[in-house]
């Protein structure tokens, strides 16, 4: 806000920027609509204008959602989201593409599935969980270095035929840090050496008691490769949602989280989003962090084009001004002057963060020599 373009204070105290132009001419200055001028001489201008300067308070000019919370009678149940992960080689990415074989609606419709970030499955007993499919911890870590709290349940995959690897190890620690349950999926169990009861004990020695050994954390046998106890997995799962009560309003404003973006050639900026509350549809407006967009056409992870995305539900979104950043919310908001102002507001804000770092830095430097 140190600095400002003639047009655009123009346009905030409604006046023609060339009767702005001509009273900084008067005042000594020659500038154009385009240029900026600094805070000072706005002042100057907007007092000269009759105009009484107003100081706008955060929350007018961005968006706080924090005291915006759903009343209780208006929340639905909604499909838990997972994340998978352990060790390299431990079978994260086979088990996802295992479960994402159990998917009944993809079965039907025989859609191409496509890389989104994140899919949906129904289960036989019409279920929907939602699987963030970049696995490993490197993934949730950004997220919640973000501030974003993307996964409700951890799936940690152990090989039955291997052991706690420093990767386990680290996605246990992640996981506790996170406060999200844990499933353990024993997996490899079709390989002879498989040894699950090693597993099960290894595991006490980083505070991970399971069922079988009289603690609380579930755990399940499976063979991604073999496709065994998968179903025992799913069960687990949503035994696991259930105890976590998972709600959010469906009828209401969209608000999301950016799990992936990229400017594709063809389509231009593009956002993997996965729904947290409300539902997004075709031409809301947006900002996502300190972008701005209007939905344009969403695809789901079966490569189809869907006109609304409730909560809990993955959706590519296109329609957007620039790339967003992982972990990036996403709100809906009444119309594109709100969108434009929240973005620009935030764009300057990161901006004068960035070099707002000097001075402090000039400091300790001289802190230093003293
Ligand atoms: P990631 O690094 O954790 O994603 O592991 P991958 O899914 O890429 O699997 C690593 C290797 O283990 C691959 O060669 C898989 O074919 C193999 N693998 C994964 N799951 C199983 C399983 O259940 N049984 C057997 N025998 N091999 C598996
Ligand atoms: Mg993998």
Redesign the pocket.
Known sequence: PEAITVQELANRMAEKGADLVKALFNMGMMVTVNQTIDQDTAELLVEDFGHRIQRVSESDVDIDTADDVDPEETLKDRAPVVT?M?????????????LRGTDVVRGESGGITQHIGAYQITTKNKQKLTFLDT??HEAFTQMRARGANVTDIVIL?V?A?DGIMPQTIEAINHTKAAGVPMIVAI?????PEANPKKIRERLLEHEVIVEEMSGDVQDVE?????GTGLDDLIDKIMLQAELLELKARPDRAAEGTVIEAQLDKGRGPVASVLITRGTLKRGDVFVVGTQSGKVRAMIDDKGKQVKEAGPSSPVEVLGLGGVPNAGDQLTVVENEQRAREVSEYRSEKAHSQRTAATPANFDAMFSNLK
Do not use: M
């Open positions: 998978i352990g060790h390299v080689d431990h079978g994260k990415t086979s088990l996802l593409d295992a696995p490993g995959v090989a035929d997996n490899k169990c079709d390989k499976v063979s991604a490769k073999a």
